[in-house]
């Protein structure tokens, strides 16, 4: 009986480890994973020992490297040429964030379904149709064509690689052990492929579709109305209002005399786009930058900011390195798989970047001339296009995904309208055109002066953004900068007649009459995503840019600054101060002075009128408004535009305070008539509903931080335990400290110019994307205060500082 015991107990050991040993379906086999010998175990890493000194051998390495860490992990990189510092900034950059190095260029050329399958195929797709792939080549011949891109972009790779080389299974970072796939080797094409990706993560949803359907519904006076291009109630552009602009612009291209027939574009039932956005447009997401001149400063010299908002991942979008050579000496945050620093500072100067939101993405009704889409009707010719085979290796499935991409000159033809048999919508998009943006951040890095600043931003492509500048000269300045299609007023608000050549792009607007403003009387420079301009500037860039709450606050408390520190613009990028709610809540309260309100009611409107516009972790008042003005918004329009686009806010606040009597506020599938009272009563009631059913009745739990749940997720999206804890944060959508739930700083930056430069700056969560280092969380807490770390910015890697931990001498192998 014993015998037969321990051979039932031998097969079903055998069993079980040959179950663990295979993949199931497209998951991977646990065995690998859970194995003491190459799985999760393996990755705990331990603090970097402050004493210590290790030396690498490394293949493909020119000369000798000196890396100095400090005690939050940031690399300080100490090379004798270029080459050199490139090789090691993507050998420690792929030794922290290799997964999200992989993960993120996958994903910008449509191969993240070769190992998750068939879920991520249409997101694949999207990419394939999109033309990721053809944008990323085209950009690669320009930048290999160039011998500092060339060597940046080789270097980088072959430290990519020699990492990956030396790794043996027990090493993989932990996603590649859970997902069941091994590292492949890196090339120059995937640091494009996460120029793209960053390209398209800040181009905006195109409207157009939409926009035509509202203009057939509704006719060009009444879009003219409800969807004004520039805004009605309040605004403070980037390039303070009434400056002078000193150039002769070109002659603007003419719009079509017959422009498309409304009945040519089919009322949409669903968003066709290739870029539609999943959830809508969220109002005043973007980011910050300023700078203060030397008369603001108790320094003496400028002091410059700089926040970008962006979704909050675990690792973090940015990556902190100081990078040395004879010719740099500079010190910031890069993209994890692009050489060089993004946003940051030297000796000499310092730089940051907020989005544009240009317009530079147009949807084109394209007229085949059959099924075959094999030629295209423009400029009253038959033209060809041209075929791109896109091929996607799908996990668990014996055969790929092939699909042809169809081009025409205004791009990839991705979509259709609801009443085509094929595609006809092409797209025309920035990512497709050939540059070398790289080149801007290279020539910044190592920028002197005002000068060198405008020379690098001659070479950027895009996505258009805001470069805020500061020098040791004194010099503030910001740019609207990007390579911006020459157009005429509204071109790409509606979708364009691909038959007519008007509606093409027409050249460029020159890269010296984009807007920018240098040392200007009131002593500094902004931008919070705003307009970029007043109304005076003759060029048309958009008609749709972020609200400007937060531009008036950031504007409102630089104006009244003088002997400032970095502590006094880091209290900025802090403040929770709501502009929204000063503007619009007293209005609103009036209103509730009408109306019946119970006990409950009562003391919320009574919170309301106490409280100071402080969007606070612990505001109650700042839940209950927060939860109120989206549901107001919706209940005016959502009747009329279902699941078009709906007013911006700026128009919906000038309807309150300005129009109380238009029809908009009635609902037109209700037979009574709704007026603004009505709903603003309905709404104040069943906002307060909202918070009494998910949070009980009024009290503490009803405190904004615990309301909005702030929480930092993995890249996966799905390993919660990878997840930060839910965090005490205040600010919000329209809150210069712009935190929601994903989103938010994803850096904060602040750089005191002089000459000893001094820099403070954090990221939520730490150099490490492996969540099993001490590095993976360790700038958490300080960041979720609102604090800073000081940047140690060396000139020797055998300077001395309290910071610095352990050494790594990196050597020819």
């Given at each position: 009986?014993?015998?037969?015991?321990?051979?039932?107990?031998?097969?079903?050991?055998?069993?079980?480890?040959?179950?663990?040993?295979?993949?199931?379906?497209?998951?991977?086999?646990?065995?690998?994973?859970?194995?003491?010998?190459?799985?999760?175990?393996?990755?705990?890493?331990?603090?970097?020992?402050?004493?210590?000194?290790?030396?690498?051998?490394?293949?493909?390495?020119?000369?000798?490297?000196?890396?100095?860490?400090?005690?939050?992990?940031?690399?300080?990189?100490?090379?004798?040429?270029?080459?050199?510092?490139?090789?090691?900034?993507?050998?420690?950059?792929?030794?922290?964030?290799?997964?999200?190095?992989?993960?993120?260029?996958?994903?910008?050329?449509?191969?993240?379904?070769?190992?998750?399958?068939?879920?991520?195929?249409?997101?694949?797709?999207?990419?394939?149709?999109?033309?990721?792939?053809?944008?990323?080549?085209?950009?690669?011949?320009?930048?290999?064509?160039?011998?500092?891109?060339?060597?940046?972009?080789?270097?980088?790779?072959?430290?990519?690689?020699?990492?990956?080389?030396?790794?043996?299974?027990?090493?993989?970072?932990?996603?590649?052990?859970?997902?069941?796939?091994?590292?492949?080797?890196?090339?120059?094409?995937?640091?494009?492929?996460?120029?793209?990706?960053?390209?398209?993560?800040?181009?905006?949803?195109?409207?157009?579709?939409?926009?035509?359907?509202?203009?057939?519904?509704?006719?060009?006076?009444?879009?003219?109305?409800?969807?004004?291009?520039?805004?009605?109630?309040?605004?403070?552009?980037?390039?303070?209002?009434?400056?002078?602009?000193?150039?002769?612009?070109?002659?603007?291209?003419?719009?079509?005399?017959?422009?498309?027939?409304?009945?040519?574009?089919?009322?949409?039932?669903?968003?066709?786009?290739?870029?539609?956005?999943?959830?809508?447009?969220?109002?005043?997401?973007?980011?910050?930058?300023?700078?203060?001149?030397?008369?603001?400063?108790?320094?003496?010299?400028?002091?410059?900011?700089?926040?970008?908002?962006?979704?909050?991942?675990?690792?973090?979008?940015?990556?902190?390195?100081?990078?040395?050579?004879?010719?740099?000496?500079?010190?910031?945050?890069?993209?994890?798989?692009?050489?060089?620093?993004?946003?940051?500072?030297?000796?000499?100067?310092?730089?940051?970047?907020?989005?544009?939101?240009?317009?530079?993405?147009?949807?084109?009704?394209?007229?085949?001339?059959?099924?075959?889409?094999?030629?295209?009707?423009?400029?009253?010719?038959?033209?060809?296009?041209?075929?791109?085979?896109?091929?996607?290796?799908?996990?668990?499935?014996?055969?790929?995904?092939?699909?042809?991409?169809?081009?025409?000159?205004?791009?990839?033809?991705?979509?259709?309208?609801?009443?085509?048999?094929?595609?006809?919508?092409?797209?025309?998009?920035?990512?497709h055109q050939p540059g070398n943006s790289f080149i801007t951040f290279y020539e910044l890095n190592k920028a002197k002066n005002y000068d060198d600043y405008r020379s690098a931003l001659t070479h950027y492509l895009g996505p258009?953004?805001?470069?805020?500048?500061?020098?040791?000269?004194?010099?503030?300045?910001?740019?609207?900068?990007?390579?911006?299609?020459?157009?005429?007023?509204?071109?790409?608000?509606?979708?364009?007649?691909?038959?007519?050549?008007?509606?093409?792009?027409?050249?460029?607007?020159?890269?010296?009459?984009?807007?920018?403003?240098?040392?200007?009387?009131?002593?500094?420079?902004?931008?919070?995503?705003?307009?970029?301009?007043?109304?005076?500037?003759?060029?048309?860039?958009?008609?749709?840019?972020?609200?400007?709450?937060?531009?008036?606050?950031?504007?409102?408390?630089?104006?009244?600054?003088?002997?400032?520190?970095a502590d006094s613009l880091r209290s900025i990028q802090n403040d929770n101060y709501n502009v929204q709610a000063r503007t619009v809540l007293p209005r609103l309260l009036e209103i509730l002075e009408t109306s019946p309100l119970n006990s409950a009611q009562k003391a919320a409107k009574i919170m309301l009128a106490n409280?100071?516009?402080?969007?606070?972790?612990?505001?109650?008042?700042?839940?209950?408004?927060?939860?109120?003005?989206?549901?107001?918004?919706?209940?005016?329009?959502?009747?009329?535009?279902?699941?078009?686009?709906?007013?911006?806010?700026?128009?919906?606040?000038?309807?309150?305070?300005?129009?109380?009597?238009?029809?908009?506020?009635?609902?037109?599938?209700?037979?009574?008539?709704?007026?603004?009272?009505?709903?603003?009563?309905?709404?104040?009631?069943?906002?307060?509903?909202?918070?009494?059913?998910?949070?009980?009745?009024?009290?503490?739990?009803?405190?904004?931080?615990?309301?909005?749940?702030?929480?930092?997720?993995?890249?996966?999206?799905?390993?919660?335990?990878?997840?930060?804890?839910?965090?005490?944060?205040?600010?919000?959508?329209?809150?210069?400290?712009?935190?929601?739930?994903?989103?938010?700083?994803?850096?904060?930056?602040?750089?005191?110019?002089?000459?000893?430069?001094?820099?403070?700056?954090?990221?939520?969560?730490?150099?490490?994307?492996?969540?099993?280092?001490?590095?993976?969380?360790?700038?958490?807490?300080?960041?979720?205060?609102?604090?800073?770390?000081?940047?140690?910015?060396?000139?020797?890697?055998?300077?001395?500082?309290?910071?610095?931990?352990?050494?790594?001498?990196?050597?020819?192998?």
């Open positions: 009986m014993k015998f037969v015991k321990a051979i039932l107990s031998l097969a079903v050991t055998i069993g079980l480890a040959y179950y663990l040993s295979c993949p199931l379906g497209p998951a991977p086999a646990l065995g690998p994973f859970l194995s003491p010998f190459t799985g999760f175990w393996q990755n705990g890493e331990e603090t970097l020992d402050p004493k210590s000194q290790e030396v690498l051998e490394v293949a493909g390495l020119k000369d000798e490297v000196t890396v100095r860490f400090d005690d939050t992990g940031v690399p300080h990189v100490f090379a004798k040429n270029n080459y050199d510092l490139f090789y090691t900034q993507g050998y420690l950059t792929a030794k922290d964030r290799l997964w999200q190095m992989d993960l993120q260029t996958r994903a910008a050329a449509g191969r993240l379904s070769e190992i998750l399958g068939k879920v991520t195929l249409d997101m694949d797709l999207r990419s394939r149709r999109l033309g990721m792939g053809y944008g990323a080549e085209e950009n690669l011949k320009v930048a290999m064509s160039d011998p500092r891109s060339k060597e940046a972009l080789t270097a980088y790779s072959a430290g990519v690689n020699a990492y990956i080389e030396q790794l043996s299974p027990k090493d993989y970072p932990v996603e590649f052990k859970l997902l069941g796939y091994k590292p492949e080797p890196w090339k120059p094409i995937n640091t494009l492929y996460m120029l793209e990706q960053m390209t398209l993560t800040l181009t905006s949803a195109p409207d157009e579709q939409m926009m035509s359907s509202i203009l057939k519904k509704y006719g060009k006076s009444v879009t003219n109305d409800l969807f004004p291009d520039y805004p009605k109630l309040q605004e403070s552009p980037i390039i303070p209002a009434g400056t002078i602009w000193d150039f002769k612009p070109l002659a603007i291209p003419k719009a079509p005399v017959k422009p498309v027939r409304r009945d040519s574009i089919s009322f949409l039932q669903k968003s066709g786009s290739i870029l539609a956005r999943e959830s809508p447009r969220e109002d005043g997401i973007g980011s910050n930058n300023w700078a203060i001149g030397a008369e603001k400063s108790i320094t003496g010299y400028p002091i410059l900011a700089n926040d970008p908002h962006l979704d909050l991942s675990l690792p973090s979008i940015w990556y902190q390195i100081q990078l040395h050579s004879p010719e740099f000496n500079v010190y910031g945050v890069s993209l994890p798989g692009v050489p060089s620093v993004i946003i940051g500072f030297n000796q000499n100067v310092a730089w940051g970047v907020t989005n544009v939101d240009a317009d530079v993405t147009d949807t084109y009704k394209i007229k085949f001339k059959d099924n075959s889409r094999e030629q295209y009707w423009h400029d009253n010719q038959w033209k060809p296009t041209r075929n791109r085979e896109e091929v996607v290796q799908v996990k668990g499935s014996l055969t790929p995904r092939k699909e042809t991409v169809i081009y025409t000159h205004h791009g990839p033809v991705t979509d259709s309208d609801s009443g085509a048999a094929v595609p006809n919508m092409a797209v025309r998009w920035i990512g258009a953004q805001n470069f805020v500048f500061a020098d040791n000269s004194k010099n503030i300045a910001i740019t609207v900068n990007g390579k911006l299609p020459l157009k005429y007023k509204d071109q790409g608000k509606f979708v364009l007649d691909g038959t007519n050549p008007a509606t093409d792009w027409h050249g460029w607007i020159p890269s010296e009459q984009n807007p920018y403003v240098r040392n200007p009387t009131r002593g500094f420079v902004s931008s919070a995503n705003q307009s970029s301009t007043d109304t005076t500037y003759p060029y048309y860039i958009n008609w749709v840019f972020a609200p400007s709450e937060r531009a008036i606050r950031i504007n409102e408390r630089l104006q009244a600054m003088s002997n400032a520190n409280w100071n516009y402080q969007n606070s972790p612990e505001s109650v008042a700042a839940s209950i408004f927060e939860e109120w003005m989206p549901a107001l918004r919706s209940a005016i329009w959502n009747d009329e535009f279902g699941s078009l686009i709906i007013p911006t806010r700026d128009r919906t606040l000038y309807l309150i305070l300005k129009q109380p009597n238009e029809k908009w506020f009635d609902n037109v599938n209700t037979p009574e008539k709704e007026t603004l009272n009505t709903l603003v009563f309905g709404t104040f009631k069943s906002s307060l509903d909202t918070l009494t059913s998910r949070h009980g009745a009024m009290n503490a739990s009803w405190a904004w931080s615990k309301v909005k749940g702030t929480e930092i997720r993995h890249l996966s999206r799905s390993l919660k335990p990878f997840n930060s804890k839910i965090l005490n944060t205040g600010g919000g959508s329209s809150i210069v400290n712009a935190i929601t739930k994903h989103k938010g700083p994803s850096w904060r930056m602040v750089v005191e110019l002089g000459p000893t430069p001094r820099a403070y700056g954090i990221y939520p969560g730490g150099q490490s994307g492996n969540p099993g280092s001490p590095y993976y969380l360790n700038l958490l807490d300080k960041w979720e205060k609102g604090e800073l770390n000081e940047l140690i910015f060396l000139r020797s890697p055998d300077e001395r500082n309290t910071h610095l931990s352990s050494k790594v001498i990196l050597r020819k192998k």
